[in-house]
């Protein structure tokens, strides 16, 4: 494959983030599971139903290119899934584990905003602008997924995490 036109490099974009979704579909549940927050668990559910609608709509981008669907896996996305399984196996705090799983649902998120923001422009420059429009779609849930992972950090499980350290400390004394 030579990258010699931005449509090529549209459909290897397309096709990396449709298979970095699939995999989050998989890791999602996972991480919900790990959250002691009940808000914090009901954010990565909701984010897991929004994720099965943005497949939906990279589905209907592959069908309005012409394109088969179809996926080439995300090294990256595979890379931040198993950083993020490696500290899901460490035990400890259930409320410094909460702060870490916001921070690697973030790392997540940014590189979801980071493809889409590309492939939205990308397919708006190359004309396809009813794809674009779902793009963007997708763009816009990732950042207010980011957001809300950052009022539930900033409302409190962040201040927990720091409480749950401060106690550990006094035990040792
Ligand atoms: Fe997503
Ligand atoms: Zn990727
Ligand atoms: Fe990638
Ligand atoms: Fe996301």
């Not at 890379?79 to 870490?100: H, N, R, S, T, Y």
Request: charged share 30%.
């Amino acid at each position: 494959m030579s990258l010699d036109s931005l449509e090529k490099l549209f459909l290897e974009e397309l096709k990396d983030i449709y298979n970095a979704e699939k995999q989050l579909t998989r890791a999602l549940p996972r991480m919900a599971k790990a959250a002691e927050s009940a808000e914090l668990r009901q954010a990565f559910t909701s984010h897991l139903k929004e994720t099965q609608g943005q497949i939906q709509r990279l589905e209907r981008v592959f069908k309005e290119l012409g394109q088969a669907v179809r996926g080439k896996k995300c090294k990256a996305m595979e890379g931040l899934i198993e950083e993020g399984k490696e500290m899901m196996e460490e035990d400890g705090e259930p409320q410094v584990m909460d702060a870490a799983l916001i921070g690697a649902a973030q790392k997540v998120e940014h590189y979801e905003i980071a493809a889409y923001g590309c492939l939205s422009t990308y397919a708006e420059l190359l004309g396809y602008s009813s794809s674009a429009q779902l793009l963007r779609q997708n763009l816009q849930e990732e950042e207010a997924a980011d957001k809300k992972l950052n009022a539930l950090a900033e409302g409190g499980i962040n201040e927990s995490a720091a409480m749950a350290g401060a106690g550990q400390e006094e035990e040792k004394d």
